[in-house]
């Protein structure tokens, strides 16, 4: 017995966190079956396509079984100029204890097959980096959540099906926006910018002469 719990324990050490504070997500509903969203859930959707949702690490603590993630978030039609909500998650290093969050561990394909060793597998499906959920809305109609997520674990789509036909409700894409180099490299490129610009001004004015 404790042999098999030094063989879990190492198993843990090999899953890590892929994130920095700092990182900044956004999310943007590309899908909208408006039909099947009200025949799902009994009412309309509360977004449209083009809507985003975004998300800002603000706090990574990392613990010996689990990581504790703090974020600022922006829900849609939400102006990104205000503060947005602070919400919490957290992810577990042994897969044993999977939260169905939009972040997970890499080995991103490991860490979903070896949670799907626990889970029930008449509600939830693994296939490589994605996870499949089956859920009942509060009206009592069936349907599947899906998440996949890239090799770094971070939730790149999101899309809930009708249970049966197989169509998409609703999808949302997107991903890890990273800024090189911080606001200094934003500055440069601005900076670049407006010299070429005044330099073709320039040169166009020599030619019209």
Known sequence: ??????????????FYMQLDEGDEFVWEVVE??????KKTFGSEPNFEIGDKIRIVITELIEREIQWRITVE???????????????????????D???DNIFIPSPTDDYLQK???????NIYDVSGNSITKRVKSEIGVDYRW???FDLKGFMIREAIYTYELDIVIAMIEGGHRIIPFGF???????????ALVI????????FIR
Do not use: H
């Not at 909208?32 to 969203?37: I, S, V």
């Not at 949670?115 to 597998?121: C, N, P, R, S």
């Open 184 to 194: 200094y490299f934003i500055g440069f490129i601005i900076f670049a910018l407006l």
């Open 97 to 99: 204890l999977f939260v």
């Open 115 to 121: 949670a799907m060793e626990v889970l029930d597998d």
């Open 32 to 37: 909208l079956n408006e039909y099947y969203f």
């Open 73 to 95: 978030r922006w829900d849609y039609k939400e102006n990104w100029g205000e503060r947005g909500d602070v919400i919490g998650y957290t992810v577990y290093r042994n897969p």
């Open 199 to 206: 330099i073709s001004f320039k040169k166009k004015k020599i």
């Open 146 to 148: 899906k998440k996949q």
């Open 1 to 14: 017995m404790c042999f098999n719990l030094n063989v879990k324990a190492q198993d843990d050490e090999n």
